[in-house]
């Protein structure tokens, strides 16, 4: 980042630090989204992870981040391809 011109380098440095800090809204959400992210990834995977995707699960910390992460320990990893597939192949017939 130290090539970065001063004002896009001032603007990252803002970011970063409202992100770490918590303090907007936007940034909250990013926060949840970022762990949600994670345990998708480490869902799909499924290997040794439980103990993460609990601590992931409580670290959540609003309401629709800890409904996402109930819905997607839920649903098949594999679910939203085989969505796409079938409607893929449901628009080729169409």
Do not use: K
């Amino acid at each position: 980042m130290r090539d970065l011109p001063g004002p896009a380098r001032d603007g990252v440095h803002g970011v970063i630090a409202e992100f770490e800090e918590q303090r907007s809204l936007e940034a909250f959400c990013a926060r949840n989204a970022d762990t949600l992210e994670c345990l998708l990834q480490a869902r799909a995977s499924a290997q040794g992870v439980e103990p993460w995707i609990a601590s992931s699960l409580t670290s959540l910390r609003t309401e629709t981040g800890r409904r996402l992460g109930r819905e997607a320990l839920e649903t098949d990893p594999a679910a939203w391809w085989d969505d796409a597939v079938v409607a893929a192949q449901a628009n080729r017939t169409a």
